[in-house]
């Protein structure tokens, strides 16, 4: 079942969904990368939220006009214009008032939906008996997505990565570092606003597929899953597109091959499998990584420090440090050093001198700034360097370099 | 409008809505003051796929587990984002993004695996609540008050919401200080030995139990709306902590009161038959009021001497 | 317990741990891979001024930050008063840089030095007129008391910062810790806050700041602690901040001619 859904043979309408959940995926994967690397994610939530509103204006303004409320397209014209208004009024409380972002976007999004909800019970009084359908954008249905739908959804996903890709460079410069962007002379407030506009469009378009609580889903976790993977930025844009598609081509597969199975959700479910599978698995940023790094690292500094104590004849009072010396064969049982842990507490010693040689001296300005206490000396200066320094120390030359 | 139709058709409503726009009000004065205003927006997501595991595992729509599973969501939620922040080193505001999106999506799916037919359970009245229905049928007048019978009767939403309040108010008052100290300048705190991550979970735990409570009763927009709309436009008119928090549940009365008052008559008085969602009305209207505040209020505009050293 | 102190770098004062007001042994702490400030040992001698000294980024900030428990050290202890930091909270006041402050907070400039009360008020406690008259008494002894009535933010960069030193003021504590009082502040501040801190040593406290203009130590400061990543020298002024450890501290950062210029000023 899930093979047939995977190759498209479930139907006609299956197939819209899943092309349709696709271009969605890729597109706000896409888009959310520029919203997450200006670290305003949450901002699609108040976008997305204020549609509400608009989609009713428009519905009752359709209806009015004696035409038929559902028409698609302009329900998602109305939603676009009241997201741009509380997109607006966002804006302005952030920057006319003390009022800080998130606080902002809690308010436009509650006052919105609010009102949004007062329209939907209104609508729910006209008794025109089509209103049926207008919650679906609450969570998106897909059961009755008509050609005329999918094409709506296919030219809107891509017109907006279209207008992504002109915008690209300037988006990231913005998202990287504002402040430079402007001394470069880049209208930052305009590309922010260019940003939310496309943002907007992926809210708008993928209403009728996920929904309107669920498209944030969309905007955001394809963007951070591809964040794990990439350090440069167009990666990881490519990245969130590509994992952005393969959730929506997934969802939808699993949604057509069985009941109850509801489309939005199961994309986000399966968005968030990767994102998990992210978060632990990345080769640098994931946690498996991140911890096995900071536990060898937290062992070289205790096994360092140790052998620096024990070269100086002090007393280590540190239970773990002790523990690594001996399991490392550097002391025996009682605390006592063995000759390779004598050994390699005098060449750690040494070290320590040649540092500070290297330190005090003017000529090794850009070496000496490299020192943390862990580096190896070795890794930073050539062998006749080091021999120079040894010079200087005098002393005992045995100790192995 | 006489006794008779008053108390038992708008008065527990009234209530319920003003204790409710109150509970969240009191912990989103601190939630907006450390730029976790966003807190009360994961928290009411996530309140659906809790109430929907509660209904799975009990199998009865009974009121204190659906309020156990909303409350452990909150804070199953609150710790799956403070975790994939730190180990994922994201930014809070996309990490909540992740956590209640994908929460929400399994209770959407869980929902729909489940045969709800026979019971009232459904996203809509998850989101926008039914305060109107809150009604008290054995009151006859303002005489009921007295009448230990009629007394009986309350809808018990009121003496939930009521008793919540009274918890919140407890823990604001108890923690005051700290909170405050904590929220300014959480370094200091620190070095006065105030355990702010544990300080810190308190709160958003409080915050949630607040959002749940009131959930049951009035559905999560106005959850939302009132732990930042009240504070934030009090913000606007006062520069001290204790004035912020009066008028905050200033704000938060008259918009549950105006709110509510114009669902109901809005609508008569334009010529209409029938009332709006009084949750709505209510949000739309602690709108209203923080934008007057936002345009009109002393103390709107941020001030000059943010220097850093 | 003699046998902790370090045998390195110029010599300290022998010293028991105990009597130390804040000791510092082995402290390892990294932000992610770099060690900031590694296998540092401090003893900070009690009733005396002492400079934490080096070069930007030598990890001043973060030995003061690890010793008061702000940031958590991969390995080492904090001894303060011959007991753990968490038992002798009470007796360490911190001021610190001006940067970790909600600005746009609602407060008064009162509100914050009553803060510094807290452990005296408890959870509870009102706040009487005592608490207030010695409120007003630390905010006169920075220059302040004509300001206790305004926003917080509303202070300029200075001002701000005698805020602060009146809010540890208020703590009545042993042991003052100043990250970079001095930093961006007028000359008027930096003398205000300059003689209350010496007013505080001749009281008996001990006073640690991390300090950045080698110009004023000599006049400030009675011991320094001078720190690159590992301490460099600790003791006296007139032992440990000399031409020799200021060139191993600062290295080629440091101008020759500025040293030449300090040691002559050393004598």
Same mark, same amino acid.
């Given at each position: 079942?899930i093979?047939?859904a995977?190759?498209?043979?479930l139907?006609?309408?299956?197939t ?10 890729v ?20 976008i997305?939220?204020?549609?509400l509103?608009?989609v009713c204006?428009a ?6 006009l004696g035409g038929d409320g559902r ?18 009024c ?9 009022l800080?972002e998130?606080?902002?976007?809690g308010a436009?999004?509650s006052v ?8 939907l ?5 006209m008794g025109?008996?089509?209103q ?5 954008f609450l969570l998106?249905?897909?059961a ?11 030219i809107g996903g891509?017109?907006t990565l $279209? &207008? ?8 990231? &410069? ?7 962007a402007?001394?470069?002379g880049?209208p ?5 606003l ?20 669920l ?5 955001i976790?394809p ?24 959730a929506?081509?997934i ?11 509801p489309?939005g959700?199961?994309?986000? &479910?399966?968005s968030?499998?990767?994102?998990v $599978?992210?978060?632990?698995?990345a080769p640098k940023?994931?946690? $498996?990584?991140?911890v096995?790094?900071?536990?060898r690292f ?15 004849g002090?007393?280590?009072?540190e239970?773990l ?6 399991r ?6 009682d ?8 050994a ?19 000529a090794?300005?850009?070496?000496a700034?490299?020192?943390?206490g ?26 192995p370099a | ?5 008053f ?8 209530l319920i ?10 912990? *989103?004065?601190?939630?907006?003051l450390r ?9 009411s ?5 809790g109430?929907?595991v509660? /209904?799975l595992?009990?199998g ?7 309020? @156990? ?13 403070? !975790? ?10 996309a ?5 209640f ?29 039914n @305060?109107?229905? @809150? ?8 005489g009921? @008050? ?5 007394l !009986? *009767? ?6 939930r919401i ?8 407890v ?6 200080r700290?909170?405050k ?6 370094? /200091? ?7 702010t ?5 308190a709160?958003?735990?409080t ?38 928090i009066?008028?905050?549940?200033v /704000?938060?009365?008259?918009?549950a009161v ?8 809005g609508?008569?008085?334009?010529g209409?038959?029938d009332?709006v969602?009084?949750a709505g ?10 934008a007057?505040?936002a345009? /009109? ?12 050293a | 317990?003699l ?9 300290? #004062?022998?010293?028991?741990? #105990?009597?130390?007001?804040?000791a510092?042994r082995?402290l390892?702490?990294?932000y ?11 003893t900070?001698q ?12 030598a ?21 303060v008063f ?8 009470a007796?360490i006041?911190?001021?610190?840089q ?10 008064r400039?009162?509100d ?6 807290s452990?005296?008020?408890g ?9 207030k008259?010695?409120?007003?008494d630390c905010?006169?002894r %920075?220059?302040?008391r ?11 960069g200075?001002?701000?910062?005698r ?5 540890a003021?208020?703590?009545? +504590?042993?042991?003052?810790?100043l ?8 000359? +008027?501040?930096?003398?205000?806050i ?9 009281a008996g406290?001990?006073v640690v700041?991390?300090?950045h ?9 009675d ?8 301490k %460099?020298?600790e ?7 000399t031409?020799?450890?200021l ?9 020759t ?11």
């Amino acid at each position: 079942m899930i093979w047939d859904a995977l190759t498209l043979q479930l139907g006609y309408n299956a197939t819209l969904v899943a092309i349709g959940a696709t271009l969605l995926g890729v597109s706000a994967g896409v888009t959310g990368t520029f919203l997450f690397l200006r670290k305003r994610a949450l901002v699609s939530d108040a976008i997305s939220h204020a549609t509400l509103p608009g989609v009713c204006l428009a519905f009752m303004v359709l209806v009015a006009l004696g035409g038929d409320g559902r028409n698609l397209l302009g329900l998602l014209a109305g939603s676009a214009i009241s997201a741009w208004v509380g997109l607006l009024c966002m804006n302005w409380l952030t920057r006319r008032t003390r009022l800080a972002e998130d606080a902002a976007i809690g308010a436009i999004l509650s006052v919105f939906f609010g009102f949004g909800i007062v329209l939907l019970t209104i609508i729910q009084t006209m008794g025109v008996g089509r209103q049926a359908g207008l919650e679906g954008f609450l969570l998106g249905s897909t059961a009755g997505m008509l050609w005329a739908d999918a094409m709506i959804i296919a030219i809107g996903g891509a017109a907006t990565l $279209l &207008l992504v890709l002109i915008l690209r460079r300037p988006m990231t &410069l913005v998202a990287f570092d504002p402040e430079y962007a402007a001394a470069r002379g880049l209208p930052i407030h305009r590309i922010d606003l260019a940003m939310m506009g496309l943002v907007m469009a992926v809210t708008v378009v993928g209403l009728k597929i996920v929904g309107l609580i669920l498209i944030v889903a969309l905007l955001i976790i394809p963007a951070v899953t591809a964040r794990f993977w990439s350090e440069r930025s167009e990666h990881v844009v490519l990245l969130a597109g590509l994992a952005g598609g393969l959730a929506g081509y997934i969802g939808a597969a699993i949604s057509a091959s069985a009941p109850n199975l509801p489309t939005g959700p199961i994309i986000v &479910l399966v968005s968030f499998a990767f994102f998990v $599978l992210s978060l632990f698995c990345a080769p640098k940023r994931g946690v $498996l990584a991140a911890v096995l790094r900071h536990l060898r690292f937290q062992r070289r500094v205790h096994i360092r420090q140790g052998l620096l104590a024990l070269a100086q004849g002090q007393k280590i009072y540190e239970p773990l440090t002790l523990r690594l010396l001996r399991r490392a064969g550097l002391v025996r049982p009682d605390g006592v050093a063995t000759d390779t842990g004598k050994a390699r507490a005098g060449k750690a010693l040494r070290d320590e001198k040649r540092w500070e040689i290297v330190r005090g001296d003017q000529a090794h300005e850009a070496t000496a700034a490299l020192y943390d206490g862990m580096r190896d000396i070795e890794t930073v200066m050539t062998h006749d360097q080091i021999a120079e320094i040894d010079r200087q120390i005098g002393g005992p030359q045995g100790v192995p370099a | 409008m006489s006794g008779e139709e008053f108390v038992p058709l708008s008065l527990t409503p009234l209530l319920i809505g003003t204790f409710a726009a109150i509970a969240c009000a009191l912990p *989103g004065n601190f939630l907006v003051l450390r730029k976790q205003a966003l807190i009360g927006d994961a928290i009411s997501h996530v309140v659906l796929p809790g109430i929907v595991v509660a /209904f799975l595992l009990t199998g009865a729509i009974s009121t204190w587990p659906m309020m @156990l599973g909303a409350a452990g969501a909150a804070i199953v939620a609150v710790v799956l984002i403070e !975790a994939i922040r730190r180990l994922g080193q994201i930014e809070p505001g996309a990490a909540m993004g992740v956590v209640f999106t994908t929460m929400f999506a399994a209770g959407v799916l869980l929902l729909e695996q489940t045969d709800t037919s026979t019971v009232h359970l459904d996203v809509e009245h998850a989101l926008y609540g039914n @305060l109107e229905s @809150l009604i008290w049928l054995d009151a006859t007048g303002w005489g009921s @008050l007295l009448d230990v019978e009629a007394l !009986a *009767g309350l809808p018990p939403e009121l003496s939930r919401i009521a008793l919540t309040l009274v918890g919140v108010s407890v823990f604001t008052w108890l923690f005051w200080r700290p909170l405050k100290i904590s929220t300014f300048d959480e370094g /200091f705190a620190r070095t006065i030995g105030i355990r702010t991550g544990a300080l810190g979970m308190a709160l958003v735990i409080t915050a949630a139990i607040a959002a749940v409570a009131a959930f049951d009763a009035v559905g999560s927009i106005i959850v939302i709306a009132m732990f930042i709309c009240p504070p934030a436009a009090a913000r606007m008119l006062t520069n001290r902590l204790e004035a912020q928090i009066a008028w905050s549940i200033v /704000f938060a009365t008259a918009s549950a009161v105006s709110g509510y008052v114009l669902a109901g008559y809005g609508p008569l008085w334009l010529g209409g038959s029938d009332a709006v969602s009084a949750a709505g009305m209510i949000a739309t209207m602690s709108g209203l009021i923080l934008a007057a505040a936002a345009m /009109f209020g002393p103390c709107r505009a941020r001030i000059g001497a943010h220097t850093s050293a | 317990m003699l046998d902790l102190i370090s045998n390195e770098g110029v010599t300290v #004062e022998a010293q028991r741990l #105990e009597d130390s007001p804040l000791a510092v042994r082995g402290l390892t702490v990294s932000y992610g891979q770099k060690p900031a400030v590694f296998s540092v040992d401090m003893t900070v001698q009690p009733g005396a001024m002492t400079a934490i000294i080096g070069p930007n980024g030598a990890g001043k900030s973060t030995l003061l930050k690890a010793a008061l428990g702000i940031v958590s050290p991969l390995s080492g202890q904090v001894i303060v008063f011959g007991q753990p930091l968490d038992k002798q909270r009470a007796r360490i006041a911190y001021v610190p840089q001006r940067a970790s402050v909600d600005w746009d907070f609602p407060t008064r400039v009162i509100d914050v030095i009553l803060m510094g009360l807290s452990r005296e008020l408890g959870l509870l406690g009102r706040v009487r007129a005592r608490h207030k008259a010695c409120a007003m008494d630390c905010l006169n002894r %920075v220059g302040m008391r004509d300001f206790a009535d305004r926003q917080i933010g509303q202070l300029s960069g200075g001002q701000q910062q005698r805020v602060f030193l009146a809010r540890a003021l208020a703590q009545g +504590a042993d042991l003052y810790l100043l990250d970079e009082p001095f930093a961006g502040v007028d000359a +008027a501040t930096e003398k205000a806050i300059i003689a209350v801190l010496k007013s505080l040593k001749d009281a008996g406290k001990t006073v640690v700041v991390v300090h950045h203009d080698l110009a004023t130590v000599t006049d400030y400061f009675d011991h320094v602690f001078l720190i690159n990543t590992r301490k %460099v020298a600790e003791g006296p002024v007139s032992e440990a901040f000399t031409a020799e450890t200021l060139q191993s501290a600062y290295g080629g950062r440091l101008a020759t001619a500025q040293i030449d210029q300090i040691s002559r000023a050393l004598g």
